[in-house]
C-alpha cells in the first residue's frame, strides 16, 4: 500500500455535459494520485453512460491514476440510478449507486442494494453518494470491510453545511478513517468541500478538518496507518447493533 496519496477535489457542476466537457479538459490533473467530483456534477441523464464522451474523457483522465467520477443520472432497464463510476488506469473498475435517495430523488430514483469496496495496490475505499453519508450504517460497514477512506460526493446547499460537516466529521471519528467530502462550488451550493483526518493523540483518536472554501480544485494528502491500531480495537469494541434493513444491502 502507498503511504502517501495525493487527492485532488474538484469543485465543479452541476453543468450539461458540453459544458463540463470543456471544464474537464482544461483542469491540470499533473501529480494526482485520485481525482474525485461532485455529486450530480453532469446534469443529463445517460442511456447508458458508457456510451457517451464524458464517460470517454474521465477514462482518459484515470491514466496513471484513480477517478471517483462523482455520480450521474444512469437510466437502465432496472430504472433510472444515481450512480458513481470509478477509473483507474484508463477503464472502469466499479460503480456504486446511491443507496438512500435525498428528497426528489425519491419515487424517481431507484435505491442501490450494494456497497462495494474498491481495493486497488495503493487504497481501499468506498463511495457513499451524498444522504447515503448521514448514516452511520455506510461508514461502518464499509470500515468494517476494510475501506479506510471514504470518498464522498454530494450536493449541499448554502444553508446545510454545518449539518453537512458535523456529519462528516462524525462519520471520520466514529470508525477511525479519512473521509473526503466533494461538493459543487456553485453559487447555489458554494463549495466548502473538506477533508477528515483522524490521528492518534494521548492514547485517543482525534481529527484534523481542512476546507476548500470556493476554490475549484482542492488538494489533500492522505495517508494510512497512523491510527491502525484503534480502527482494529474499535471494531472489536463495537456492538454492531442498527435498524437498517441489512438483508436487503449486499456488502462486497
Not at 428528497?103 to 474498491?118: C, P, T
Not at 484503534?230 to 456488502?251: A, H, N
Amino acid at each position: 500500500m502507498q503511504e502517501r496519496l495525493k487527492i485532488g477535489a474538484f469543485q465543479v457542476g452541476p453543468l450539461e455535459e458540453e459544458q463540463m466537457l470543456d471544464m474537464l479538459g482544461n483542469q491540470n490533473y499533473e501529480g494526482l494520485d485520485i481525482v474525485a467530483f461532485p455529486e450530480r456534477f453532469i446534469i443529463d441523464v445517460f442511456e447508458p453512460f458508457s456510451e457517451s464522451r464524458s464517460f470517454r474523457m474521465l477514462s482518459n483522465i484515470s491514466k496513471n491514476r484513480i477517478v471517483v467520477a462523482g455520480s450521474i443520472l444512469e437510466k437502465t432497464s432496472g430504472g433510472i440510478f444515481n450512480r458513481s463510476y470509478i477509473f483507474m488506469n484508463g477503464s472502469t473498475i466499479g460503480f456504486q449507486d446511491k443507496l438512500v435517495p435525498f428528497d426528489r430523488e425519491r419515487g424517481r430514483v431507484e435505491k442501490g442494494r450494494i456497497i462495494n469496496i474498491f481495493r486497488t495496490p495503493d487504497i481501499a475505499f468506498a463511495v457513499p453518494i451524498c444522504y447515503d453519508i448521514d448514516f452511520p450504517f455506510y461508514a461502518k460497514i464499509s470500515a468494517m470491510k476494510g475501506a479506510t477512506l471514504l470518498i464522498n460526493p454530494s450536493l449541499i446547499r448554502n444553508d446545510f453545511h454545518k449539518e453537512w460537516h458535523t456529519y462528516i466529521e462524525a462519520r471520520a471519528l466514529e470508525n477511525r478513517i479519512s473521509v473526503l467530502s466533494v461538493n459543487s462550488a456553485n453559487e447555489n451550493f458554494g463549495g466548502d468541500s473538506l477533508f477528515i483526518d483522524t490521528y492518534t493523540e494521548n492514547n485517543g483518536v482525534r481529527t484534523v478538518k481542512l476546507e476548500a472554501l470556493k476554490m475549484t480544485r482542492f488538494t489533500v494528502i492522505y495517508s494510512d496507518g497512523k491510527v491502525e491500531e484503534k480502527r482494529e480495537l474499535r471494531k472489536s469494541e463495537d456492538p454492531g447493533y442498527y435498524s437498517f434493513p441489512s438483508k436487503e444491502i449486499v456488502y462486497k
